[in-house]
C-alpha cells in the first residue's frame, strides 16, 4: 500500500507542471464560458429593460397627446362640424375696385349654418 501511494506521488511529481497547464486551461475555460454567459444575461436585461421604457415612453405619449386631441377632436371639432356644437363665426372680406381706394366690405357668415 505504502508503495502504490510513493508511485503515484512520484508520478504526480513528474508531470505536475503538465497537470497544472490543464488545471489552468480547463479553469480558463471555464472562466471564459462564465464571462460570455453573463454578458449574454446582461444584454438580455438591458433589452428588456430598454423595452419596458419604451413602452412606458409610447404610454406616456399616448396619454399625454394622443388622448387630449382625439377628446378635443371628438368634443369640440366633431360636434361644430356636425352642428351639435357652438358654431363659430367665419369673416370673408370682400374688396371691390381699387384695393387701396375703396372701402372693404365685411361679411361674417356664422358656420355650419351659412356658408
Do not use: C
Not at 503515484?8 to 460570455?36: E, K
Not at 404610454?59 to 378635443?72: A, G, T, Y
Request: proline content about 4%; cysteine-free; glycine content about 4%.
Amino acid at each position: 500500500m505504502l508503495q502504490r501511494i510513493h508511485r503515484i506521488a512520484f508520478y504526480l511529481n513528474q508531470y505536475a507542471n503538465l497537470l497544472m497547464v490543464f488545471a489552468t486551461v480547463i479553469l480558463v475555460s471555464l472562466t471564459a464560458i462564465y464571462v460570455r454567459l453573463t454578458s449574454r444575461t446582461l444584454t438580455a436585461l438591458k433589452e428588456a429593460s430598454l423595452r419596458e421604457r419604451e413602452a412606458l415612453h409610447f404610454q406616456e405619449i399616448k396619454d399625454n397627446v394622443i388622448r387630449p386631441i382625439l377628446s378635443w377632436i371628438s368634443g369640440t371639432v366633431f360636434e361644430r362640424f356636425t352642428g351639435k356644437g357652438p358654431t363659430f363665426s367665419l369673416f370673408q372680406v370682400v374688396t371691390t375696385g381699387n384695393p387701396g381706394s375703396s372701402p372693404a366690405q365685411l361679411t361674417i357668415h356664422s358656420w355650419p349654418d351659412t356658408v
